[in-house]
């Protein structure tokens, strides 16, 4: 199974981190970046549900960050240049 293929079965199973993330993003947004990084967004959604949510089992793997911003930037037009984007690694 490819990354791209845990990915999309993982946001199946959780759409919760992808709207979490979008709401990240619009606050960043609402205070005027214009730019930011997918990485510090991803370890505020572990902080979320880890430790303030108190979701003891919840995991989510590094190799999912690039199809995050991508999913975000091509799903809602305003982010469509908020990441910058490398070419993802195969596996």
């Known amino acids: 199974m490819t990354n791209?293929?845990?990915f999309?079965?993982?946001d199946n199973k959780h759409p919760e981190v992808y709207g979490y993330l979008l709401h990240l993003c619009r606050?960043?947004?609402?205070?005027g970046l214009t730019k930011y990084a997918?990485?510090?967004?991803?370890?505020?959604?572990?902080w979320e549900f880890r430790i303030v949510r108190e979701e003891?089992?919840?995991?989510?793997?590094?190799?999912?960050?690039?199809?995050?911003?991508?999913k975000i930037a091509a799903e809602n037009p305003e982010f469509s240049?908020?990441?910058s984007?490398?070419?993802i690694r195969s596996n």
């Open 27 to 31: 606050a960043l947004r609402n205070r």
């Open 8 to 10: 999309k079965e993982y």
């Open 38 to 46: 997918i990485s510090p967004l991803l370890e505020i959604v572990r």
């Open 85 to 87: 984007f490398r070419p």
């Open 56 to 70: 003891d089992e919840f995991k989510i793997r590094n190799d999912f960050k690039p199809w995050y911003a991508r």
């Open 4 to 6: 791209q293929e845990r």
């Open 81 to 83: 240049d908020f990441f």
